[in-house]
Protein backbone atom coordinates (compact mmCIF):
# COMPACT_ATOMS: atom_id res chain seq x y z
CA UNK A 1 0.00 0.00 0.00
CA UNK A 2 1.21 3.48 -0.63
CA UNK A 3 1.20 5.94 1.85
CA UNK A 4 0.38 9.73 0.57
CA UNK A 5 4.34 10.09 0.51
CA UNK A 6 4.80 7.52 -2.07
CA UNK A 7 2.39 8.89 -3.90
CA UNK A 8 3.88 12.28 -3.93
CA UNK A 9 0.55 14.02 -3.26
CA UNK A 10 1.62 17.47 -1.93
CA UNK A 11 0.16 18.19 1.15
CA UNK A 12 2.23 21.29 2.25
CA UNK A 13 0.32 24.35 1.90
CA UNK A 14 1.99 26.35 -0.04
CA UNK A 15 -0.63 28.48 -2.14
CA UNK A 16 -0.19 31.89 -2.46
CA UNK A 17 -3.20 34.32 -2.05
CA UNK A 18 -6.10 34.81 -4.26
CA UNK A 19 -5.25 38.84 -5.66
CA UNK A 20 -7.92 40.94 -6.54
CA UNK A 21 -6.16 43.36 -8.35
CA UNK A 22 -5.81 46.65 -6.40
CA UNK A 23 -9.05 47.82 -6.29
CA UNK A 24 -12.05 45.63 -4.27
CA UNK A 25 -14.20 49.30 -4.30
CA UNK A 26 -13.92 50.05 -7.89
CA UNK A 27 -16.56 51.95 -9.29
CA UNK A 28 -17.77 50.27 -12.22
CA UNK A 29 -19.78 52.74 -12.86
CA UNK A 30 -17.28 54.51 -15.62
CA UNK A 31 -16.35 51.40 -16.84
CA UNK A 32 -17.94 51.02 -20.68
CA UNK A 33 -21.34 49.35 -20.46
CA UNK A 34 -21.49 45.61 -21.74
CA UNK A 35 -25.14 44.62 -21.16
CA UNK A 36 -28.11 46.47 -19.64
CA UNK A 37 -31.86 45.36 -19.37
CA UNK A 38 -34.61 47.86 -19.35
CA UNK A 39 -38.14 46.41 -17.82
CA UNK A 40 -37.20 43.07 -18.88
CA UNK A 41 -40.21 40.30 -18.41
CA UNK A 42 -40.78 36.70 -19.17
CA UNK A 43 -44.02 35.71 -19.25
CA UNK A 44 -44.65 31.55 -19.65
CA UNK A 45 -47.84 30.37 -20.23
CA UNK A 46 -48.84 26.38 -19.86
CA UNK A 47 -52.66 25.50 -19.78
CA UNK A 48 -54.15 27.48 -17.48
CA UNK A 49 -51.48 29.01 -15.95
CA UNK A 50 -49.67 32.10 -16.30
CA UNK A 51 -45.76 32.31 -14.56
CA UNK A 52 -43.92 35.75 -14.51
CA UNK A 53 -40.85 34.47 -14.12
CA UNK A 54 -38.73 37.63 -14.58
CA UNK A 55 -40.47 40.91 -13.69
CA UNK A 56 -39.75 44.03 -15.09
CA UNK A 57 -36.31 43.95 -13.76
CA UNK A 58 -33.46 46.90 -15.01
CA UNK A 59 -29.72 46.07 -14.72
CA UNK A 60 -26.46 47.43 -16.25
CA UNK A 61 -23.55 45.56 -16.10
CA UNK A 62 -20.25 46.62 -17.07
CA UNK A 63 -17.24 45.96 -18.92
CA UNK A 64 -14.57 43.69 -16.60
CA UNK A 65 -17.22 43.79 -13.39
CA UNK A 66 -18.45 40.56 -11.50
CA UNK A 67 -21.86 40.48 -11.00
CA UNK A 68 -23.52 37.97 -8.35
CA UNK A 69 -27.30 37.31 -8.88
CA UNK A 70 -28.71 35.67 -5.93
CA UNK A 71 -32.11 34.19 -4.85
CA UNK A 72 -33.81 31.22 -3.77
CA UNK A 73 -35.21 28.03 -6.02
CA UNK A 74 -37.96 29.50 -8.65
CA UNK A 75 -36.77 33.08 -8.44
CA UNK A 76 -36.17 33.41 -12.23
CA UNK A 77 -32.69 33.50 -12.37
CA UNK A 78 -32.38 30.61 -15.11
CA UNK A 79 -35.17 32.26 -17.10
CA UNK A 80 -33.14 35.82 -17.27
CA UNK A 81 -30.09 33.96 -17.52
CA UNK A 82 -31.48 32.27 -20.77
CA UNK A 83 -32.42 36.04 -21.91
CA UNK A 84 -29.04 37.01 -21.42
CA UNK A 85 -27.78 34.55 -23.51
CA UNK A 86 -30.24 34.61 -26.31
CA UNK A 87 -31.51 31.34 -25.73
CA UNK A 88 -35.16 32.73 -25.02
CA UNK A 89 -36.71 36.12 -25.75
CA UNK A 90 -38.30 38.72 -23.08
CA UNK A 91 -41.86 39.20 -23.42
CA UNK A 92 -41.49 42.87 -22.84
CA UNK A 93 -38.43 45.33 -22.18
CA UNK A 94 -35.42 45.48 -23.83
CA UNK A 95 -32.06 43.99 -23.51
CA UNK A 96 -28.82 46.32 -24.43
CA UNK A 97 -25.36 44.83 -25.44
CA UNK A 98 -22.58 47.50 -25.64
CA UNK A 99 -25.15 50.85 -25.45
CA UNK A 100 -27.24 49.79 -28.47
CA UNK A 101 -29.98 47.37 -28.66
CA UNK A 102 -29.40 43.71 -28.73
CA UNK A 103 -30.41 41.94 -32.53
CA UNK A 104 -30.18 38.56 -32.37
CA UNK A 105 -33.04 38.48 -35.16
CA UNK A 106 -31.02 36.30 -37.35
CA UNK A 107 -29.57 33.00 -37.52
CA UNK A 108 -26.09 34.82 -38.54
CA UNK A 109 -26.70 37.86 -35.58
CA UNK A 110 -27.28 35.39 -33.48
CA UNK A 111 -24.10 33.43 -34.02
CA UNK A 112 -21.99 37.02 -34.13
CA UNK A 113 -23.45 37.35 -30.28
CA UNK A 114 -22.44 34.03 -28.95
CA UNK A 115 -18.98 34.74 -30.27
CA UNK A 116 -19.06 36.87 -27.39
CA UNK A 117 -21.25 35.32 -24.47
CA UNK A 118 -20.10 31.88 -23.03
CA UNK A 119 -21.72 29.79 -20.04
CA UNK A 120 -21.49 27.47 -17.54
CA UNK A 121 -23.99 25.79 -16.62
CA UNK A 122 -25.58 24.24 -12.88
CA UNK A 123 -25.47 20.73 -13.62
CA UNK A 124 -21.45 19.44 -14.83
CA UNK A 125 -23.16 16.57 -16.35
CA UNK A 126 -25.77 17.27 -18.54
CA UNK A 127 -23.55 20.09 -20.00
CA UNK A 128 -21.75 16.83 -21.94
CA UNK A 129 -22.55 14.39 -24.40
CA UNK A 130 -21.15 10.99 -22.49
CA UNK A 131 -20.48 9.16 -25.22
CA UNK A 132 -17.57 12.11 -25.90
CA UNK A 133 -14.35 11.97 -24.55
CA UNK A 134 -12.82 14.46 -22.55
CA UNK A 135 -10.25 15.51 -25.12
CA UNK A 136 -12.66 15.98 -27.61
CA UNK A 137 -14.63 18.47 -25.27
CA UNK A 138 -11.54 20.77 -25.29
CA UNK A 139 -10.70 20.51 -28.77
CA UNK A 140 -14.13 21.79 -29.63
CA UNK A 141 -12.96 25.06 -28.00
CA UNK A 142 -10.00 25.39 -29.90
CA UNK A 143 -12.08 24.74 -32.95
CA UNK A 144 -14.50 27.17 -31.96
CA UNK A 145 -11.95 29.82 -31.32
CA UNK A 146 -10.74 29.89 -34.93
CA UNK A 147 -7.97 26.90 -33.94
CA UNK A 148 -9.30 23.92 -36.29
CA UNK A 149 -5.84 24.25 -38.35
CA UNK A 150 -3.42 24.48 -35.64
CA UNK A 151 -0.48 21.63 -35.56
CA UNK A 152 -1.82 19.04 -33.45
CA UNK A 153 1.02 19.79 -30.97
CA UNK A 154 -0.05 23.08 -30.44
CA UNK A 155 -3.34 22.13 -29.62
CA UNK A 156 -2.06 19.49 -27.17
CA UNK A 157 -0.21 21.96 -25.13
CA UNK A 158 -3.71 24.81 -25.22
CA UNK A 159 -5.27 21.61 -23.69
CA UNK A 160 -2.71 21.16 -20.93
CA UNK A 161 -2.45 24.50 -20.29
CA UNK A 162 -6.23 24.82 -19.69
CA UNK A 163 -6.24 21.98 -17.53
CA UNK A 164 -2.97 23.04 -15.47
CA UNK A 165 -5.28 26.19 -14.62
CA UNK A 166 -7.36 24.61 -12.96
CA UNK A 167 -5.28 22.04 -11.53
CA UNK A 168 -6.45 18.53 -13.99
CA UNK A 169 -3.98 17.07 -15.56
CA UNK A 170 -4.06 16.77 -19.46
CA UNK A 171 -2.73 13.59 -19.43
CA UNK A 172 -4.81 11.57 -16.84
CA UNK A 173 -7.67 12.80 -18.68
CA UNK A 174 -7.10 11.72 -22.12
CA UNK A 175 -8.83 8.92 -22.89
CA UNK A 176 -11.59 9.33 -20.38
CA UNK A 177 -15.35 10.04 -20.57
CA UNK A 178 -17.15 12.48 -18.35
CA UNK A 179 -18.87 10.15 -16.34
CA UNK A 180 -15.47 8.62 -14.99
CA UNK A 181 -14.79 12.44 -13.09
CA UNK A 182 -16.06 13.33 -10.32
CA UNK A 183 -18.59 16.39 -10.18
CA UNK A 184 -16.00 18.87 -8.76
CA UNK A 185 -13.73 17.43 -11.75
CA UNK A 186 -15.95 18.00 -14.16
CA UNK A 187 -16.55 21.45 -12.80
CA UNK A 188 -13.27 22.21 -13.18
CA UNK A 189 -13.24 20.94 -16.64
CA UNK A 190 -16.31 23.38 -17.52
CA UNK A 191 -13.85 25.85 -16.35
CA UNK A 192 -10.83 25.21 -18.62
CA UNK A 193 -13.08 25.10 -21.17
CA UNK A 194 -13.99 28.69 -20.47
CA UNK A 195 -9.88 29.47 -20.53
CA UNK A 196 -9.45 28.20 -24.59
CA UNK A 197 -12.92 30.37 -25.33
CA UNK A 198 -12.20 33.66 -23.57
CA UNK A 199 -15.58 35.50 -24.53
CA UNK A 200 -16.25 38.91 -23.29
CA UNK A 201 -19.47 37.70 -21.09
CA UNK A 202 -18.96 34.89 -18.98
CA UNK A 203 -22.54 33.72 -17.28
CA UNK A 204 -21.78 31.20 -14.56
CA UNK A 205 -24.94 29.46 -13.39
CA UNK A 206 -23.40 27.92 -9.94
CA UNK A 207 -19.98 27.16 -10.95
CA UNK A 208 -18.93 25.99 -7.89
CA UNK A 209 -21.87 24.53 -6.44
CA UNK A 210 -19.70 21.08 -6.46
CA UNK A 211 -16.30 22.49 -5.71
CA UNK A 212 -14.69 22.02 -2.18
CA UNK A 213 -13.41 25.83 -0.86
CA UNK A 214 -9.82 25.14 -1.58
CA UNK A 215 -10.95 24.47 -5.09
CA UNK A 216 -13.07 27.16 -5.37
CA UNK A 217 -10.61 29.62 -4.11
CA UNK A 218 -8.35 28.18 -6.85
CA UNK A 219 -10.78 28.66 -9.30
CA UNK A 220 -12.48 31.76 -8.13
CA UNK A 221 -8.28 33.52 -8.55
CA UNK A 222 -8.22 31.81 -12.32
CA UNK A 223 -11.43 33.40 -13.22
CA UNK A 224 -10.46 36.42 -11.52
CA UNK A 225 -6.95 36.75 -13.33
CA UNK A 226 -9.01 36.07 -16.84
CA UNK A 227 -11.02 38.74 -15.93
CA UNK A 228 -8.82 40.80 -15.24
CA UNK A 229 -6.37 40.23 -18.36
CA UNK A 230 -9.51 40.31 -20.93
CA UNK A 231 -11.60 43.03 -19.12
CA UNK A 232 -14.30 39.52 -19.60
CA UNK A 233 -17.40 40.55 -17.65
CA UNK A 234 -18.59 37.92 -15.49
CA UNK A 235 -22.46 36.86 -14.21
CA UNK A 236 -22.43 34.74 -11.42
CA UNK A 237 -25.99 33.31 -10.81
CA UNK A 238 -25.57 31.56 -6.98
CA UNK A 239 -27.40 30.41 -3.94
CA UNK A 240 -23.82 30.92 -2.24
CA UNK A 241 -24.52 34.07 -0.22
CA UNK A 242 -20.76 33.67 1.35
CA UNK A 243 -19.37 33.45 -2.33
CA UNK A 244 -21.45 35.96 -3.32
CA UNK A 245 -20.17 38.43 -0.44
CA UNK A 246 -17.02 37.84 -1.21
CA UNK A 247 -16.46 37.77 -4.83
CA UNK A 248 -18.95 40.54 -6.41
CA UNK A 249 -18.23 43.78 -7.86
CA UNK A 250 -21.98 44.47 -7.09
CA UNK A 251 -24.94 41.86 -6.11
CA UNK A 252 -28.43 42.19 -7.60
CA UNK A 253 -31.04 40.04 -5.22
CA UNK A 254 -33.89 38.38 -7.17
CA UNK A 255 -37.51 37.44 -5.30
CA UNK A 256 -40.33 36.29 -7.40
CA UNK A 257 -38.49 37.59 -10.41
CA UNK A 258 -38.04 40.97 -9.43
CA UNK A 259 -35.12 42.64 -8.49
CA UNK A 260 -35.55 43.43 -4.76
CA UNK A 261 -32.43 45.06 -4.20
CA UNK A 262 -28.92 45.64 -5.21
CA UNK A 263 -25.86 47.44 -4.91
CA UNK A 264 -22.43 47.12 -3.36
CA UNK A 265 -21.93 43.62 -1.71
CA UNK A 266 -20.81 45.76 1.90
CA UNK A 267 -24.69 48.00 1.17
CA UNK A 268 -26.57 44.77 0.05
CA UNK A 269 -25.34 41.97 2.47
CA UNK A 270 -24.44 43.34 5.94
CA UNK A 271 -26.66 46.19 5.70
CA UNK A 272 -29.35 44.98 4.03
CA UNK A 273 -32.85 46.48 3.66
CA UNK A 274 -35.25 44.48 1.83
CA UNK A 275 -36.90 41.99 4.17
CA UNK A 276 -36.32 39.60 1.80
CA UNK A 277 -32.57 39.85 1.94
CA UNK A 278 -32.55 40.00 5.75
CA UNK A 279 -34.62 36.56 5.97
CA UNK A 280 -31.94 35.15 3.30
CA UNK A 281 -28.57 36.53 5.08
CA UNK A 282 -30.35 35.01 8.20
CA UNK A 283 -30.72 31.67 7.08
CA UNK A 284 -27.03 31.72 5.97
CA UNK A 285 -25.01 29.02 7.92
CA UNK A 286 -21.88 31.31 9.74
CA UNK A 287 -19.00 30.74 11.90
CA UNK A 288 -18.68 33.58 13.96
CA UNK A 289 -22.92 34.36 14.42
CA UNK A 290 -25.30 31.46 15.51
CA UNK A 291 -27.38 29.77 12.92
CA UNK A 292 -30.91 29.54 14.91
CA UNK A 293 -32.67 26.21 14.41
CA UNK A 294 -35.13 27.06 16.59
CA UNK A 295 -36.87 29.25 14.02
CA UNK A 296 -37.31 26.63 11.35
CA UNK A 297 -41.13 26.14 10.15
CA UNK A 298 -41.58 23.03 8.10
CA UNK A 299 -43.93 23.92 5.07
CA UNK B 1 -18.79 5.11 27.78
CA UNK B 2 -21.32 5.62 25.36
CA UNK B 3 -21.92 2.85 22.67
CA UNK B 4 -20.09 2.86 19.61
CA UNK B 5 -22.30 3.09 16.70
CA UNK B 6 -19.89 2.52 14.15
CA UNK B 7 -16.23 1.48 14.38
CA UNK B 8 -14.14 1.25 10.93
CA UNK B 9 -10.52 0.06 11.12
CA UNK B 10 -7.99 0.54 8.52
CA UNK B 11 -10.27 0.15 5.50
CA UNK B 12 -9.25 0.15 2.53
CA UNK B 13 -10.88 0.04 -1.35
CA UNK B 14 -10.03 0.55 -4.78
CA UNK B 15 -11.36 1.51 -8.08
CA UNK B 16 -10.70 -0.70 -10.70
CA UNK B 17 -10.46 1.17 -13.77
CA UNK B 18 -11.16 0.11 -17.58
CA UNK B 19 -7.49 0.16 -17.90
CA UNK B 20 -6.97 -2.72 -15.36
CA UNK B 21 -5.79 0.00 -12.92
CA UNK B 22 -6.14 0.15 -9.14
CA UNK B 23 -7.54 3.56 -7.80
CA UNK B 24 -7.14 3.22 -4.02
CA UNK B 25 -9.94 6.23 -3.27
CA UNK B 26 -10.76 5.13 0.27
CA UNK B 27 -6.30 4.56 1.81
CA UNK B 28 -6.69 3.20 5.55
CA UNK B 29 -9.74 5.32 6.84
CA UNK B 30 -9.88 4.40 10.28
CA UNK B 31 -12.90 5.99 12.46
CA UNK B 32 -15.52 5.58 15.22
CA UNK B 33 -18.77 7.45 15.91
CA UNK B 34 -20.63 7.56 19.48
CA UNK B 35 -24.71 6.88 19.59
CA UNK B 36 -26.01 10.25 19.61
CA UNK B 37 -22.94 11.89 17.60
CA UNK B 38 -22.41 13.21 14.10
CA UNK B 39 -19.46 13.34 12.43
CA UNK B 40 -18.75 15.61 9.12
CA UNK B 41 -16.48 14.59 6.45
CA UNK B 42 -14.90 17.88 4.51
CA UNK B 43 -12.49 17.34 1.80
CA UNK B 44 -11.39 18.33 -1.60
CA UNK B 45 -13.75 16.96 -4.57
CA UNK B 46 -12.34 13.67 -6.20
CA UNK B 47 -10.76 12.97 -2.52
CA UNK B 48 -13.06 10.31 -1.92
CA UNK B 49 -15.47 11.14 0.15
CA UNK B 50 -18.71 9.55 -2.02
CA UNK B 51 -16.34 6.68 -2.39
CA UNK B 52 -16.12 6.28 1.44
CA UNK B 53 -19.91 6.68 1.86
CA UNK B 54 -20.18 3.65 -0.28
CA UNK B 55 -17.53 1.62 1.17
CA UNK B 56 -19.06 1.83 4.82
CA UNK B 57 -21.72 0.16 3.90
CA UNK B 58 -20.15 -3.42 2.94
CA UNK B 59 -22.30 -3.12 -0.26
CA UNK B 60 -19.61 -3.19 -3.32
CA UNK B 61 -20.09 -3.52 -6.89
CA UNK B 62 -17.56 -3.07 -9.82
CA UNK B 63 -15.59 -1.27 -10.39
CA UNK B 64 -15.49 -0.76 -7.16
CA UNK B 65 -14.04 -3.16 -4.44
CA UNK B 66 -12.87 -4.20 -0.89
CA UNK B 67 -9.25 -4.38 -0.44
CA UNK B 68 -8.93 -4.22 3.58
CA UNK B 69 -9.91 -3.34 6.78
CA UNK B 70 -13.21 -4.07 9.16
CA UNK B 71 -16.48 -1.95 9.84
CA UNK B 72 -18.78 -3.04 12.53
CA UNK B 73 -22.06 -1.33 12.95
CA UNK B 74 -23.00 -1.51 16.64
CA UNK B 75 -20.69 -4.28 17.16
CA UNK B 76 -21.45 -6.18 14.66
CA UNK B 77 -18.86 -6.98 11.94
CA UNK B 78 -20.66 -6.27 8.38
CA UNK B 79 -16.81 -6.89 6.12
CA UNK B 80 -16.99 -9.31 4.24
CA UNK B 81 -21.31 -10.54 3.86
CA UNK B 82 -22.39 -11.52 0.91
CA UNK B 83 -23.78 -8.59 -1.04
CA UNK B 84 -27.65 -10.22 -0.85
CA UNK B 85 -27.25 -10.76 2.76
CA UNK B 86 -26.08 -6.50 2.98
CA UNK B 87 -28.90 -6.06 0.91
CA UNK B 88 -31.28 -7.53 3.41
CA UNK B 89 -29.84 -7.21 7.09
CA UNK B 90 -27.76 -4.02 6.75
CA UNK B 91 -28.86 -1.27 4.95
CA UNK B 92 -31.35 0.85 5.72
CA UNK B 93 -31.62 -0.90 9.30
CA UNK B 94 -27.69 -0.75 10.51
CA UNK B 95 -26.84 1.57 7.74
CA UNK B 96 -29.11 4.13 5.75
CA UNK B 97 -27.43 6.03 2.82
CA UNK B 98 -27.71 9.05 1.03
CA UNK B 99 -26.09 9.10 -2.04
CA UNK B 100 -24.97 12.56 -3.97
CA UNK B 101 -27.96 13.35 -6.07
CA UNK B 102 -30.55 11.59 -4.63
CA UNK B 103 -32.96 13.59 -4.80
CA UNK B 104 -32.86 13.70 -8.69
CA UNK B 105 -32.67 10.05 -8.90
CA UNK B 106 -35.73 8.82 -8.00
CA UNK B 107 -37.57 6.57 -10.16
CA UNK B 108 -40.39 9.20 -11.78
CA UNK B 109 -43.15 6.40 -11.89
CA UNK B 110 -43.99 5.98 -8.38
CA UNK B 111 -45.18 7.39 -5.35
CA UNK B 112 -43.50 8.58 -2.43
CA UNK B 113 -45.65 6.21 -1.03
CA UNK B 114 -44.63 3.22 -2.61
CA UNK B 115 -40.72 3.72 -2.13
CA UNK B 116 -41.40 3.22 1.33
CA UNK B 117 -43.17 -0.03 0.59
CA UNK B 118 -40.53 -1.20 -0.91
CA UNK B 119 -38.19 -0.70 1.41
CA UNK B 120 -40.68 -2.68 3.74
CA UNK B 121 -40.90 -5.28 1.22
CA UNK B 122 -36.94 -5.52 0.34
CA UNK B 123 -36.37 -6.59 4.14
CA UNK B 124 -39.09 -8.77 3.98
CA UNK B 125 -41.06 -7.60 7.42
CA UNK B 126 -44.09 -8.71 8.17
CA UNK B 127 -46.38 -5.63 7.98
CA UNK B 128 -49.54 -5.14 5.26
CA UNK B 129 -49.90 -2.52 3.05
CA UNK B 130 -52.34 -0.68 5.93
CA UNK B 131 -49.94 -0.93 8.33
CA UNK B 132 -46.85 0.51 6.08
CA UNK B 133 -49.43 3.32 5.20
CA UNK B 134 -50.05 3.99 9.02
CA UNK B 135 -46.36 4.33 9.94
CA UNK B 136 -45.57 6.28 6.96
CA UNK B 137 -48.04 8.91 8.02
CA UNK B 138 -47.02 8.75 11.31
CA UNK B 139 -43.35 9.21 10.54
CA UNK B 140 -44.21 11.82 8.36
CA UNK B 141 -46.25 14.49 10.68
CA UNK B 142 -43.51 13.55 12.99
CA UNK B 143 -41.30 15.30 11.07
CA UNK B 144 -43.09 17.78 9.67
CA UNK B 145 -43.88 16.29 6.17
CA UNK B 146 -47.52 16.89 4.35
CA UNK B 147 -49.08 13.10 4.78
CA UNK B 148 -50.67 14.00 1.09
CA UNK B 149 -46.90 13.70 -0.40
CA UNK B 150 -47.12 10.03 0.40
CA UNK B 151 -49.71 10.55 -2.68
CA UNK B 152 -47.61 12.24 -4.90
CA UNK B 153 -44.76 11.36 -7.37
CA UNK B 154 -41.29 12.83 -6.52
CA UNK B 155 -41.43 15.16 -9.38
CA UNK B 156 -44.17 16.85 -7.77
CA UNK B 157 -42.54 18.23 -5.16
CA UNK B 158 -39.86 21.01 -4.55
CA UNK B 159 -36.24 20.00 -4.23
CA UNK B 160 -36.36 20.97 -0.81
CA UNK B 161 -39.34 19.32 -0.01
CA UNK B 162 -38.18 16.20 -2.18
CA UNK B 163 -34.87 15.89 -0.41
CA UNK B 164 -36.57 15.79 2.88
CA UNK B 165 -39.04 12.88 1.73
CA UNK B 166 -35.74 11.04 0.28
CA UNK B 167 -34.23 11.29 3.85
CA UNK B 168 -37.79 10.43 5.49
CA UNK B 169 -38.01 7.00 3.29
CA UNK B 170 -34.43 6.16 3.53
CA UNK B 171 -34.64 6.27 7.71
CA UNK B 172 -37.53 4.56 8.19
CA UNK B 173 -36.04 1.52 9.88
CA UNK B 174 -34.30 3.69 12.50
CA UNK B 175 -31.05 2.91 10.91
CA UNK B 176 -28.28 2.96 13.32
CA UNK B 177 -25.36 5.21 11.03
CA UNK B 178 -27.16 7.37 8.43
CA UNK B 179 -24.78 8.63 5.92
CA UNK B 180 -25.76 11.48 3.89
CA UNK B 181 -23.70 12.56 0.82
CA UNK B 182 -24.44 16.57 0.29
CA UNK B 183 -27.53 15.93 1.44
CA UNK B 184 -28.42 20.07 0.90
CA UNK B 185 -25.70 21.23 -1.56
CA UNK B 186 -28.44 21.64 -4.67
CA UNK B 187 -30.88 23.57 -2.38
CA UNK B 188 -31.08 27.10 -1.57
CA UNK B 189 -30.63 28.23 1.83
CA UNK B 190 -34.04 28.18 3.16
CA UNK B 191 -34.69 24.74 2.02
CA UNK B 192 -31.41 23.71 3.40
CA UNK B 193 -31.81 25.06 6.67
CA UNK B 194 -35.47 22.78 7.04
CA UNK B 195 -33.47 19.94 5.78
CA UNK B 196 -31.16 20.07 8.73
CA UNK B 197 -33.49 20.89 10.93
CA UNK B 198 -35.05 18.02 10.03
CA UNK B 199 -32.04 15.53 10.35
CA UNK B 200 -31.54 17.06 13.99
CA UNK B 201 -34.76 16.41 15.07
CA UNK B 202 -34.07 12.51 13.99
CA UNK B 203 -30.96 12.48 15.90
CA UNK B 204 -32.68 14.03 19.06
CA UNK B 205 -35.85 11.75 18.36
CA UNK B 206 -33.65 8.61 18.47
CA UNK B 207 -34.53 7.99 14.79
CA UNK B 208 -31.12 7.99 13.62
CA UNK B 209 -29.09 6.70 16.29
CA UNK B 210 -25.50 8.15 14.78
CA UNK B 211 -25.43 10.58 11.31
CA UNK B 212 -22.13 10.86 8.95
CA UNK B 213 -22.63 13.72 7.00
CA UNK B 214 -20.64 14.57 4.28
CA UNK B 215 -20.43 18.09 2.10
CA UNK B 216 -17.55 20.72 1.20
CA UNK B 217 -19.86 23.40 2.80
CA UNK B 218 -17.43 23.65 5.71
CA UNK B 219 -19.65 26.57 7.70
CA UNK B 220 -22.64 24.41 6.89
CA UNK B 221 -20.21 21.53 8.11
CA UNK B 222 -19.86 23.61 11.61
CA UNK B 223 -23.19 24.41 12.30
CA UNK B 224 -24.52 20.49 11.77
CA UNK B 225 -21.71 17.75 13.26
CA UNK B 226 -19.88 17.43 16.57
CA UNK B 227 -17.18 16.14 14.81
CA UNK B 228 -15.05 17.49 11.22
CA UNK B 229 -12.69 15.19 9.69
CA UNK B 230 -10.77 16.34 6.46
CA UNK B 231 -10.17 14.00 4.04
CA UNK B 232 -6.84 14.16 1.02
CA UNK B 233 -6.20 12.08 -1.08
CA UNK B 234 -8.04 8.75 0.26
CA UNK B 235 -6.89 9.59 3.69
CA UNK B 236 -7.86 11.07 6.88
CA UNK B 237 -5.57 13.91 7.88
CA UNK B 238 -7.16 14.96 10.87
CA UNK B 239 -9.91 15.08 12.67
CA UNK B 240 -11.18 16.67 16.23
CA UNK B 241 -14.34 18.88 17.56
CA UNK B 242 -16.11 20.96 14.52
CA UNK B 243 -14.92 24.14 16.60
CA UNK B 244 -11.20 22.98 17.05
CA UNK B 245 -11.22 22.00 13.17
CA UNK B 246 -12.58 25.33 12.25
CA UNK B 247 -10.73 27.99 14.18
CA UNK B 248 -7.83 25.85 15.30
CA UNK B 249 -6.50 23.29 12.93
CA UNK B 250 -3.60 21.67 13.10
CA UNK B 251 -2.77 19.73 9.77
CA UNK B 252 -1.51 22.36 6.69
CA UNK B 253 -4.56 20.84 4.76
CA UNK B 254 -6.97 21.29 6.93
CA UNK B 255 -5.52 24.64 7.58
CA UNK B 256 -5.68 25.75 4.13
CA UNK B 257 -9.19 24.16 3.69
CA UNK B 258 -10.33 26.61 6.74
CA UNK B 259 -8.72 29.84 5.31
CA UNK B 260 -11.06 29.55 2.42
CA UNK B 261 -14.20 29.42 4.34
CA UNK B 262 -16.38 32.01 2.82
CA UNK B 263 -18.99 33.68 5.16
CA UNK B 264 -20.78 37.01 4.65
CA UNK B 265 -19.94 38.25 8.49
CA UNK B 266 -18.26 41.86 8.51
CA UNK B 267 -14.45 41.56 8.05
CA UNK B 268 -14.36 38.61 6.02
CA UNK B 269 -14.48 40.20 2.64
CA UNK B 270 -10.66 41.51 3.57
CA UNK B 271 -9.10 38.36 3.81
CA UNK B 272 -7.19 36.67 1.22
CA UNK B 273 -7.57 32.88 -0.04
CA UNK B 274 -5.15 30.31 -0.82
CA UNK B 275 -5.22 29.75 -4.34
CA UNK B 276 -3.06 26.93 -5.53
CA UNK B 277 -1.49 29.00 -8.82
CA UNK B 278 -0.40 26.78 -11.28
CA UNK B 279 2.92 25.97 -11.93
N1 LIG C 1 -40.24 26.81 -19.83
C1 LIG C 1 -41.01 27.15 -18.80
N2 LIG C 1 -42.35 27.03 -18.85
C2 LIG C 1 -43.13 27.36 -17.81
N3 LIG C 1 -42.66 27.84 -16.64
C3 LIG C 1 -41.33 28.00 -16.51
C4 LIG C 1 -40.44 27.65 -17.57
N4 LIG C 1 -39.17 27.90 -17.16
C5 LIG C 1 -39.26 28.36 -15.90
N5 LIG C 1 -40.55 28.43 -15.51
C6 LIG C 1 -41.05 28.93 -14.20
O1 LIG C 1 -40.47 30.19 -13.95
C7 LIG C 1 -40.11 30.36 -12.58
C8 LIG C 1 -38.63 30.71 -12.49
O2 LIG C 1 -37.84 29.56 -12.86
P1 LIG C 1 -36.25 29.59 -13.00
O3 LIG C 1 -35.82 28.27 -13.50
O4 LIG C 1 -35.86 30.77 -13.79
O5 LIG C 1 -35.81 29.78 -11.46
P2 LIG C 1 -34.33 29.73 -10.81
O6 LIG C 1 -34.21 30.96 -9.99
O7 LIG C 1 -33.30 29.50 -11.85
O8 LIG C 1 -34.43 28.47 -9.85
P3 LIG C 1 -33.23 27.44 -9.36
O9 LIG C 1 -32.47 28.16 -8.29
O10 LIG C 1 -34.01 26.30 -8.81
O11 LIG C 1 -32.41 27.07 -10.54
C9 LIG C 1 -40.49 29.06 -11.91
O12 LIG C 1 -41.74 29.23 -11.30
C10 LIG C 1 -40.55 28.05 -13.05
O13 LIG C 1 -41.48 27.03 -12.75
N1 LIG D 1 -16.43 4.56 -11.21
C1 LIG D 1 -15.18 4.96 -11.00
N2 LIG D 1 -14.12 4.35 -11.61
C2 LIG D 1 -12.87 4.76 -11.39
N3 LIG D 1 -12.52 5.77 -10.57
C3 LIG D 1 -13.53 6.43 -9.95
C4 LIG D 1 -14.90 6.06 -10.13
N4 LIG D 1 -15.67 6.90 -9.37
C5 LIG D 1 -14.81 7.73 -8.76
N5 LIG D 1 -13.52 7.45 -9.10
C6 LIG D 1 -12.30 8.16 -8.63
O1 LIG D 1 -12.19 8.01 -7.22
C7 LIG D 1 -11.75 9.22 -6.63
C8 LIG D 1 -12.71 9.63 -5.52
O2 LIG D 1 -13.97 9.98 -6.09
P1 LIG D 1 -15.21 10.39 -5.18
O3 LIG D 1 -16.39 10.49 -6.06
O4 LIG D 1 -15.27 9.48 -4.01
O5 LIG D 1 -14.76 11.83 -4.68
P2 LIG D 1 -15.53 12.89 -3.77
O6 LIG D 1 -14.62 13.26 -2.65
O7 LIG D 1 -16.88 12.39 -3.42
O8 LIG D 1 -15.64 14.12 -4.77
P3 LIG D 1 -16.80 15.25 -4.95
O9 LIG D 1 -16.62 16.24 -3.84
O10 LIG D 1 -16.46 15.87 -6.26
O11 LIG D 1 -18.14 14.55 -4.93
C9 LIG D 1 -11.64 10.25 -7.75
O12 LIG D 1 -10.28 10.38 -8.08
C10 LIG D 1 -12.43 9.66 -8.88
O13 LIG D 1 -11.87 10.02 -10.13
MG1 LIG E 1 -31.80 27.89 -12.07
MG1 LIG F 1 -18.83 13.00 -3.93
Redesign the interface.
Known amino acids: ??T?EE?N?Q?????????FGSD?NKDFSKEPMCLSGRGVTRVFHTGKTTTVAVDHVDFDFHKGELISIVG???SGKTTLSKMLLGLLEPTEGEIFFKDKPRDISSGAKKKEYWQGIQAIFQDPFSSYNVFHKIDSVLLDCINMRGGKNLPKEKKYEMMAEAC??V?LKFAELTNKYPF??????M??LMIARIFLLKPDILLADEPT??????????I???LLNLRNETGMTVIFIT????????ISDSVYIMEHGKFVESGK??EV??HPKAAYTK???S???????P?D?ST?E?? | MAKKMLEVNQL?TKYI??QGEDV?SV??VSLDIEEGKSLGI??????GK?TLALSLMGYYFAPLHYTSGTIKVDGKDITGLDPDVVRKTVLGTDVAYIP?AAMNALNPTRKVGKFIEDVIFAHELPMDKKQIREMAEQRFAK???PVDALDKHSVEL???MRQRVVIAVSTILNPKVLIAD?PS??????????V???M?DMMAEGMVKSMIFIT?????L??VTDDIMVM??G?I?ERGSAKEM?FDPI???S????R???????G???V????????
Open positions: MKNKVLEDKRESVTRESGSFNELSGGQQRSMIDACSRATLDMHDIGLAYYPDMLRLIDVPKIHEWLVFH | TTRYDHAGESGCSQLGLSGGESALDVTSQKMIKMKHELPLYNYAQVVHPYRGLMSILVPEETRDKLPARRPT
